[in-house]
């Protein structure tokens, strides 16, 4: 089993910066992905970026530029570095991990409230 805590969420001004982290404890294998997805209101949740077990990272077209999906070490800990940010980021934001066979286990975090305000 994989828990997933976020961290980080809170209030920005538009153009600032937040930095969410997500500590990830139990079984984490070493083939997992993981990632970040975000939920605005009354919209569904999306895939904001995601990190492979070799370092390869995707993004949304929404954040490319912007937001920084980075690991450490040991793995037990993902960031989310986003800068420039803008009212349209306003969400939760949900650490996620996929794990096992074929990535068929799937985990998620409570998620953090991210706010951008004009």
């Known amino acids: 089993q994989v828990q997933l805590v976020e961290s980080g969420g809170g209030s920005v001004q538009a153009g600032g910066s937040l930095k969410l982290s997500c500590a990830a404890s139990g079984h984490i294998f070493s083939n997992c992905r993981m990632g970040w997805h975000r939920q605005a209101p009354g919209k569904g949740r999306d895939l904001v970026s995601i990190i492979t077990s070799d370092g390869t990272t995707n993004y949304a077209d929404s954040v490319k530029g912007r937001f920084t999906i980075s690991q450490d070490n040991t793995k037990n800990t993902l960031f989310l570095q986003m800068n420039s940010l803008k009212t349209e980021d306003t969400a939760v934001y949900y650490c996620?991990?996929?794990?096992?066979?074929?990535?068929?286990?799937?985990?998620w975090g409570q998620g953090t409230q991210v706010t951008v305000s004009s």
């Open positions: 996620w991990a996929a794990c096992g066979r074929w990535y068929g286990d799937h985990y």
